[in-house]
């Protein structure tokens, strides 16, 4: 594997979450791969967990991690092929990328979709210039429309939680006072999809996501006939995809309460607001597995990068 910028460049997510389990039994197994070697965290956008949990990665196997918060501390880059740079960009991403290619021997993006331009959004186009431009792998650590890292964390938490042969999965929208990007839900939907799982989604009208990543997966209007019998439910919000960025509803009715929840496991991403999108007592209950998610995140961003140290050599 070259780059990890999609659940896409998972050949077999089975295999690939049993090698993550054995990752987590013993962190420091392979801390000699990553000798003498550079990672790089570029940040368009905030972050926690995504910056922590991938230079923990970082160091159990041996990494030198750098970060640099690209927005408030570099030089504005610019991404326009041609374009007269007599504006607020100070730096091209061809030399950028080219630079910064050679301090580093992977680097690690995130950068946030403006969910004002669908066409630019989709077009990945500030991931898209580091895989072009860069000499060296590329790591997703969330783009425009996908957040594999996450993603891949999740199935793996699914996997270990799981009592059943076939789990029923449910990723609901959940109400937010702002409008936030699909990437999670999309890798989500995507990774969901690769695994043997009952998988379906819920929404309101006026929600659903981008039907070339649902594709036939089964889209339910009534939160509470989607929750029927389930095992998991993944909340998220997420913008209006067909009203591009637009908040549509805070309907309250979708907020995750412990009725709700029956005997599922509650999952999210984080950060979450607390009693906007997810009750106090569901978060605080033995049922929620956020903090198990977080912990994941470490062990899915070594085991991408131990598979790109290792086909990189
Ligand atoms: N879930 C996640 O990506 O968290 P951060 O935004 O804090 O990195």
Not at 58 to 69: K, S, T, Y
Request: glycine share 4%; with cysteine.
């Amino acid at each position: 594997m070259k780059n990890y910028t999609s659940i896409k460049d998972i050949d077999n997510i089975n295999t690939w979450i049993q090698e993550a389990i054995k990752i987590k039994q013993n962190p420091l197994y392979n801390k000699e791969l990553g000798k003498n070697k550079t990672l790089g965290l570029l940040f368009f956008n905030s972050s926690l967990r995504t910056r922590l949990s991938t230079q923990k990665a970082a160091l159990n196997l041996g990494m030198d991690p750098i970060v640099m918060n690209v927005s408030g501390d570099a030089w504005g880059i610019e991404f326009g092929d041609g374009t007269i740079m007599d504006g607020n960009t100070a730096e091209h991403i061809k030399e950028a990328a080219a630079v910064v290619s050679q301090y580093c021997d992977i680097i690690a993006v995130r950068a946030f979709p403006s969910l004002t331009d669908k066409e630019k959004d989709e077009s990945e186009h500030v991931l898209k210039s580091f895989v072009e431009f860069a000499s060296v792998p590329i790591i997703s650590m969330e783009s425009a429309t996908g957040h594999p890292l996450q993603g891949l964390t999740d199935a793996i938490t699914i996997f270990e939680n799981s009592t059943k042969k076939k789990p029923k999965v449910v990723l609901s929208w959940a109400p937010h006072i702002k409008a936030l990007p699909h990437a999670v839900a999309n890798s989500f939907v995507q990774a969901m999809q690769k695994m043997d799982v009952e998988f379906v989604i819920t929404n309101p009208e006026g929600y659903n996501l981008n039907s070339e990543i649902t594709k036939k997966t089964t889209i339910y209007h009534n939160q509470k006939e989607a929750f029927k019998d389930a095992d998991f439910i993944y909340t998220k919000n997420w913008s209006s995809y067909d009203d591009y960025g637009k908040v549509l509803s805070r309907d309250d009715n979708w907020i995750i309460t412990k009725e709700k929840l029956g005997n599922a496991k509650f999952m999210h991403c984080l950060p979450v607001r607390r009693n906007v999108v997810v009750e106090d007592v569901v978060l605080d209950s033995e049922s929620s597995l956020v903090i198990e998610q977080a912990n994941n995140r470490t062990y899915a961003a070594q085991l991408v990068l131990k598979k790109i140290l290792e086909d990189n050599k």
